[in-house]
């Protein structure tokens, strides 16, 4: 605070003497951080690992750390014991509706949480919240036997309509969101003639894009990992997904086949690893949205 | 007098019309709460009255699924197995997300690649995970076993044995915390800067900081990820266990988790009543729990950043 110091090369000297050792200091952490990193890392490495080993290997005694040779029938095999096209476009199909549905919805109420006025808005956004405490587990069962009345078990309906109708999540995010946004935007607009609807097809969506990328992220990642709705909704021949194949030919064929069983599990992988690369800050930007540390 | 009666009418209309555009935005959510959340919510309550199979008309029977409840040894069994998992891993869950969360806030050269590293286990498709841990801890060719030999330390039956089932399933869910992190790193990056600067000027260190600064301005976050980690953790395992004991893991019932158990209820058996008498004491459950978690953390949870703007 007092000024002592008298030569001010001696303090700029210090000064990065200290900054060389903090960022020295800073480094060493990597001591820790590589070994758990690894840890973190090893079951996943493991899985592609025997999804490319052969029988003999897998079963070697110690295990083998590396596939040799490479072998890339397992990947053939294993898609070829079931109807893998079928149900990988049935889990695309399954995840496209349900995300383009939530997407839609949850920012059109989002917007009206965030930007109209009408009486009762807070109790109703309160109730929205409150849902999202709300163990989706007591909701199971009545569901059931509501989308059966429908006629809707055995299609594909129960699992993609309720998206059309936002999700809690989903809405607050939006309505986080768009508190960001300067409502000059739709003022402007507003005295242009514009109307709400306009206001949020034309003006919002288009400065909304980091909360529908991350809500349609984790709704894609969601859906693709989606098993028991579509074990009790979906007719698991004809409509099978992903996940629910999986766990067939988990039962049908067992732990001898080991190897198809990683490479199904990695194709099951793959498109989330590349979703997580091309699109890995807004996973941070949706959860810093949602107003943990977002200020 | 006309002039200000046509502005006033005007600004009417226009308060109207914009509390109809309101009702209308949120129109979906309302329609959808009804429907798939307020509706599904009171017909369950009334089947826990019943006796009902699905197929033929449900008959009522007072009280009589509480009784079955109570005599129930599987319900206890799998209360049992849930309480236990939740008691462990949500701390265990917390702290580990909390660690991996600050570790991964270092300032490192690979910060980006450790990051990664610690997600991307929580975003692996469920079954696949249950299928490849299976595989992990398989007792003869597993690599965990082989990491086990590797240290001259006996080798374990994991699934296979009553007694470490459950913690094999606690570990899994420790490897999938990288959601939890997120949220805990989104809100170590919200805690400004200068406050640290401050505290290092006046010579604190680093677990000074961490326990005077980090922990108490980050309550509001651990408070919330508690109370979520409970709300999933009541519900958890389903897929894996599942796929466990479709596979013959798990003996005894070790990993028999309330959530499978109502499943079983529900769509093996067609006890529709009991099993929504099931869903209602666990919703019960949480309830109370969250409720005494919100009335305990008044005491530990520092408000002064993060909660003054919900």
């Not at chain 2, 005007?10 to 129109?27: A, F, N, P, Q, V």
């Not at chain 2, 286990?121 to 696949?128: D, E, H, I, L, R």
């Not at chain 2, 530990?300 to 703007?309: C, H, L, Q, R």
């Amino acid at each position: 605070m007092i000024a002592v110091s008298p030569a001010t090369s001696e303090q700029a000297r210090s000064a990065a003497r200290s900054t060389a050792w903090r960022s020295l200091r800073i480094e060493l952490w990597n001591l820790v951080l590589i070994p758990v990193a690894l840890l973190m890392i090893v079951p996943i490495f493991w899985m592609f690992d025997s999804s490319l080993k052969t029988t003999l290997q897998q079963f070697a005694f110690p295990p083998v750390l590396l596939p040799q040779p490479v072998f890339v029938q397992n990947y053939i095999d294993g898609t070829g014991a079931l109807p893998f096209g079928l149900y990988t476009l049935n889990t695309i199909f399954l995840t496209g509706a349900s995300t383009l549905g939530l997407c839609l919805s949850s920012s059109i109420v989002g917007y009206g949480f965030a930007r109209l006025r009408f009486p009762g808005k807070g109790v109703l956004f309160t109730v929205c919240l409150s849902t999202l405490m709300l163990p989706s587990t007591v909701l199971l069962i009545p569901s059931f036997v509501i989308f059966r009345w429908l006629g809707w078990v055995g299609t594909f309906l129960p699992l993609i309509v309720p998206n059309y109708f936002g999700g809690a999540f989903s809405i607050f995010l939006f309505r986080q969101f768009l508190l960001g946004v300067p409502r000059e935007l739709d003022e402007a607009a507003r005295v242009d003639g514009a109307g709400s609807f306009r206001i949020w097809w034309q003006i919002i969506m288009p400065n909304a894009t980091p909360a529908i990328a991350a809500v349609g992220i984790f709704s894609l990642i969601d859906n693709w990992n989606a098993f028991l709705g579509p074990l009790i909704y979906l007719n698991t021949e004809t409509q099978g997904v992903i996940a629910v194949a999986l766990n067939l030919f988990a039962g049908r064929y067992g732990a001898l086949y080991t190897g198809q069983l990683m490479a199904l599990s990695s194709l099951a992988l793959i498109p989330v690893l590349i979703l997580f690369f091309f699109a890995q800050r807004y996973f941070m930007q949706g959860i810093a949205i949602s107003g943990f540390g977002g200020r | 007098m006309s002039t200000k009666q046509t502005v006033a009418r005007r600004r009417s209309r226009l308060l109207w019309k914009e509390y109809r555009d309101g009702y209308l935005c949120i129109l979906p959510w309302i329609i959808g709460f009804i429907a798939f959340v307020a509706g599904p919510m009171i017909f369950s309550l009334v089947m826990v009255f019943t006796h009902w199979d699905i197929l033929n008309p449900p008959s009522f029977i007072g009280f009589g699924n509480f009784a079955t409840l109570f005599q129930d040894p599987l319900f206890w069994v799998t209360l049992y197995n849930t309480v236990f998992v939740t008691v462990i891993s949500v701390p265990l869950y917390t702290l580990f997300a909390l660690l991996l969360a600050v570790l991964a806030d270092l300032p490192t050269r690979w910060q980006a690649v450790y990051r990664v590293a610690f997600f991307i286990p929580s975003q692996t498709p469920t079954v696949a995970s249950a299928l490849l841990w299976s595989w992990i801890y398989n007792p003869q060719y597993g690599i965990a076993n082989a990491v086990l030999r590797f240290l001259h330390l006996p080798a374990l039956n994991w699934l296979f044995d009553p007694n470490l089932a459950k913690p094999s399933l606690i570990i899994i869910g420790m490897w999938g915390v990288g959601a939890t992190m997120v949220i805990f790193l989104a809100g170590l990056q919200g805690i400004p800067q200068e406050i640290y600067n401050a505290a290092s000027v006046d010579g604190a260190n680093l677990w000074h900081r961490f326990t005077a600064i980090t922990l108490p301005l980050l309550s509001p976050v651990i408070l919330f990820n508690i109370i979520i980690g409970i709300i999933g953790a009541f519900q958890s395992g389903f897929s894996i266990v599942y796929v466990w004991t479709s596979l013959g893991q798990g003996p005894d019932n070790s990993i028999l988790l309330y959530v499978l158990y109502l499943y079983d209820n529900a769509f093996q058996y067609f006890k529709m009543g009991y099993a929504s008498l099931l869903a209602w004491v666990l919703f019960l459950i949480v309830l109370l729990v969250t409720g005494v978690n919100f009335l305990v953390s008044k005491s530990w949870v520092y408000y002064e950043y993060g909660g003054a703007e919900k």
